[in-house]
């Protein structure tokens, strides 16, 4: 009897441990963090949109969509780049590399995610935002992810899913894409090639050691890199202006943005004239920075103008 009692729990806890360990795995497979940053434009989008408190249910069916399509979409890429993972440093710990978690598993999760996600915008948006979301895995997981391993190309294409999200956003809360919808848009394409770019050349090597074909892999010496990021910064800054062109924002968010646009574009510039690491890491920093700040001086310019 002594015995049957002692082995009854060492059997639970075995079970508790391995239910925790595919709970980890899980959340660890839809890589949080940059699912509420893919999420966070989305509602960042919305939110410049909504009237008020009327809008507030739609704004968190919106987030709640949007997360579990982002968290489903990045999980199937998990899935489908599961081998190419296991090549490289920063990514052989992600759980289908060590095994944390099945593929089976991997891939039915991640289906699942997505089609919750799509079915919450589908009853509590509407079309248009349902199909947009819909394009954005589509285009992700079937004209991204396996052009990496072809042309360096695939890092403009990839900006496209990428930067969709806010006009999923806006279009949840409108019904319609308009002027506005399009310079969100804008703005997030051209953020998106220098951070990708500053972040493949501090992975390079990991990029080419797994055979993906990304311009940082294929640049030995760096210069076309730096000339690629700096040419999006550049081109970043007047697109950045156009929320005040188009009366989406003032003079505070005019001065904010112009300042801290001007910043990421001296650092771009840092990096294209000396190729390095520090440099590189300088520029995906401050890119981590520059999209809330643009959304956050667009509240804070709104802020001010009902003082």
Not at 178 to 202: K, N, R
């Amino acid at each position: 009897m002594r015995e049957g009692s002692l082995r009854e729990p060492i059997a639970e806890k075995g079970q508790a441990r391995s239910w925790r360990t595919t709970v980890s795995a899980c959340v660890a497979l839809t890589k949080p963090g940059l699912t509420a940053m893919s999420a966070g434009t989305s509602v960042a989008g919305g939110l410049l949109a909504a009237r008020g408190w009327q809008d507030a249910g739609t704004l968190a069916s919106l987030a709640f969509g949007t997360f579990l399509v982002g968290a489903g979409a990045i999980a199937l890429n998990q899935y489908v780049e599961r081998t190419f993972d296991g090549l490289m440093r920063r990514t052989i710990r992600r759980p289908l590399p060590t095994g944390a978690l099945a593929p089976a598993h991997a891939l039915a999760f991640g289906l699942a995610l997505v089609i919750v996600g799509l079915f919450v915008l589908a009853i509590f948006t509407n079309p248009l935002a349902t199909g947009l979301a819909a394009l954005t895995v589509a285009t992700y997981l079937l004209v991204y992810t396996p052009l990496k391993r072809k042309t360096h190309l695939a890092t403009a294409v990839g900006g496209i899913p990428g930067a969709i999200p806010p006009v999923i956003g806006w279009v949840a809360l409108t019904g319609s894409i308009s002027i506005e919808a399009y310079i969100l848009f804008l703005v997030l394409y051209l953020w998106q090639i220098p951070h990708s770019l500053a972040l493949g050349w501090l992975f390079r090597e990991d990029y080419r050691r797994a055979g993906y074909r990304l311009l940082p892999s294929l640049d030995p010496t760096g210069k076309a890199t730096g000339r690629v990021v700096l040419l999006f910064a550049i081109a970043l800054l007047p697109a950045s202006v156009l929320p005040y062109v188009v009366g989406l924002a003032g003079i505070p968010f005019l001065v904010g943005i112009l300042l801290v646009g001007s910043a990421f574009t001296a650092l771009s510039a840092r990096f294209a004239r000396n190729v390095s690491d520090r440099e590189a890491r300088a520029v995906f920093v401050s890119s981590l920075i520059y999209v809330p700040a643009f959304y956050g001086l667009m509240w804070v310019d709104r802020l001010v103008a009902y003082l």
